[in-house]
Structures are given as structure tokens and as C-alpha cells.
Nanobody, 113 residues
Framework: VQLVESGGGLVQPGGSLKLSCAASGFTFSTYGMNWYRQAVGKERELVAA????????VYANSVKGRFTISRDNAKNTVYLQMNRLKPEDTAVYYCNCRALDAWGQGTLVTVSS
């Protein structure tokens, strides 16, 4: 099982980024997927979750209306579109499959002017 995130970087407040997580080693289309984040000095928190077919999503209150989780089961990839980014969104973002206890290596998102 492997999860590889990409798409992080430095962005100004109000800007956008799209994270990707490429999955391999398991039947991706049968598992729900999650995005977590961890800021310096804080606990890891769930940002967004999506069901196996993509029909249902859940968001943390802090990102609701700004972030969108989606997936492409044909490409074994889950995405996190992040809009109207704020400095408090700065964190390492991790892709996760809870059922398999699988985590990616993380990708750093820095929101700063």
C-alpha cells in the first residue's frame, strides 16, 4: 500500500492550491479516503473525507466552503482543492486510508505573504 501526495507549496493568502494523492497497492475504488493536516505544535486533524464512490463528503468546520475533496477512481487518485487560503491553513497535509491505516509522506502547504 502506497500513498504519495503532491501539489503543496507556498501561496499567498487568498490563493488556491490543489493537492493530489496517488494510491497504489490496494483496490482504491473500494475504500473511503481522507485528508488530514498537522500544523507545527498542533495535533493532526481531519480536514476532509470522501466515501469510496465519491458520493458523500465531510469537512472540518474550519475549511467548509473553501476546500473540496474529490476522487478519480480510474486514476487511483484523491484530490483536495483549496481555495481562499488563510495563514492558519499552513500545515503538512497527509493523505490517509483509515481502513488500511495507510498514510502518505505529507506535503507542506505554506500560506504567507
Amino acid at each position: 500500500v502506497q500513498l504519495v501526495e503532491s501539489g503543496g507549496g507556498l501561496v499567498q493568502p487568498g490563493g488556491s492550491l490543489k493537492l493530489s494523492c496517488a494510491a497504489s497497492g490496494f483496490t482504491f475504488s473500494t475504500y473511503g479516503m481522507n485528508w488530514y493536516r498537522q500544523a507545527v505544535g498542533k495535533e493532526r486533524e481531519l480536514v476532509a473525507a470522501i466515501t469510496s464512490a465519491g458520493g458523500s463528503t465531510v469537512y472540518a468546520n474550519s475549511v467548509k466552503g473553501r476546500f473540496t475533496i474529490s476522487r478519480d477512481n480510474a486514476k487511483n487518485t484523491v484530490y483536495l482543492q483549496m481555495n481562499r487560503l488563510k495563514p492558519e491553513d499552513t500545515a503538512v497535509y497527509y493523505c490517509n486510508c483509515r481502513a488500511l491505516d495507510a498514510w502518505g509522506q505529507g506535503t507542506l502547504v505554506t500560506v504567507s505573504s
